[in-house]
């Protein structure tokens, strides 16, 4: 069997090699012709599948190693038969963590504790309802929207989109890219939406670039306090007025945790096995316990959250390394986003983080624990 792979994907090589001959090339440079004798392919976001890439290959079988399929014509694929699998949940502890350490940041910036803001949360899936435990367990107040979700439930919990606009003083979102039909979200975030928040609002978006109107967001900046974006229309192409304006940009690198990475690998992997009746022989967790912990220190326990949360992930550093962006040739600026993520260095979750507990009061401690820190 050939297997051809995006050569982003960390392990794809050691997790696949025993289902065939692996061959692995940028994503944005697998091409038809690069498929014409292979039986499965391993994508990301960046590469789009459809009729046109596999119209007249080998491919039986499609797996990408993210949460989000827009990039994939599932429906082709079920038409010739060809077996497809995704990663849903995969990455939503990685994407989660990326979203308190911008609001920690944000907090400091607007000079507010974050128990005294308003979270708004729009998509209460994988990645929203991680956050939504995350905040809930730091005594944050949380609106939570999700129409699919309130008319399958019918539950109290999830309030309008209105209504969550107008009281939030931070919105993070959360939700695929649908561009028709019900509970569109193509460009959600629109000159509507905007006149709707509360003066100050941080957003923070984390889904999809196309669920902004970026030329409407810029149009309206100055009724936001903070924004911060990993996700952007047109990339690896993206807007640099937008770039320029943000508080803390990165490209698109919110689910980029080691573990997130390796858990995406495993789902296909196994989906994979499961398709071609093959053996599973590679676990995540064999890599997962090669990685030592990281201890952590503390000299002020005041600040004790946002010392582990910046010493786990200091994400003002990323923003500060991708505003180097517009500095570059206009030519290479799209080279320079995509290289960025392949070269992106290992980030590992909090809970490869520990603590002692014995200097920390009883309410840091459990602060820290439930938010993924390891006590020892």
Excluded at 28 to 36: D, G, H, Y
Excluded at 120 to 127: D, F, L, P, S, Y
Excluded at 157 to 178: A, F, G, M, N
Aim: proline residues 3%.
């Amino acid at each position: 069997m050939k297997i051809v792979a995006d050569s982003n994907i960390p392990f794809v090589k050691e997790a696949f090699s025993h289902l065939g001959e692996v061959t692995t090339v940028s994503g944005r440079e697998i091409t038809k012709a690069l498929l014409k004798e292979a039986t499965l392919l391993i994508v990301r976001s960046i590469t789009e599948v459809n009729s046109t890439l596999l119209e007249n290959t080998g491919i039986r079988f499609v797996g990408t190693t993210t949460i989000g399929t827009d990039h994939v014509d599932t429906t082709y694929l079920k038409e010739k038969c060809i077996g497809f699998a995704s990663a849903p949940g995969s990455n939503a502890n990685s994407v989660a963590e990326y979203v308190l350490a911008a609001m920690v940041a944000m907090a400091t910036k607007i000079k507010r504790p974050l128990s005294k803001l308003t979270l708004g949360i729009v998509g209460v899936g994988n990645i929203g309802s991680r956050v939504f435990q995350m905040a809930k367990s730091l005594g944050i107040s949380c609106i939570l929207t999700d129409p699919p979700k309130q008319r399958l439930t019918q539950s109290p919990l999830y309030r309008s989109l209105d209504e969550l606009l107008e009281s939030s003083d931070i919105i993070t979102l959360h939700v695929p890219l649908k561009k028709d039909g019900s509970d569109t979200t193509a460009h959600m975030v629109n000159k509507q939406f905007i006149e709707l928040c509360k003066k100050g609002v941080v957003l923070i978006n984390t889904s999809r670039g196309q669920v902004v109107d970026e030329s409407a967001l810029l149009s309206q900046k100055g009724k936001f306090g903070g924004l911060i974006f990993d996700v952007w229309e047109n990339e690896p192409h993206i807007n640099f007025d937008l770039l320029s304006c943000v508080d803390i940009g990165t490209p698109h690198i919110a689910g980029y945790s080691y573990d997130g990475k390796i858990g995406g690998v495993e789902m296909i992997y196994k989906a994979a096995c499961a398709f071609f009746f093959k053996e599973v022989v590679w676990r995540k967790q064999e890599v997962l316990d090669r990685i030592r912990s990281k201890k952590l220190t503390f000299s002020d326990e005041a600040s004790t959250l946002e010392d582990a949360v910046s010493m786990a992930y200091d994400i003002l550093e990323d923003a500060k390394k991708f505003k180097e962006v517009p500095r570059k040739d206009p030519q290479n600026r799209g080279t320079f986003f995509d290289s960025f993520r392949k070269n992106y260095p290992r980030r590992l979750e909090f809970s490869h983080y520990s603590f002692s507990p014995d200097t920390l009061s009883e309410e840091k401690v459990k602060t820290l624990s439930n938010v993924g820190f390891s006590k020892k």
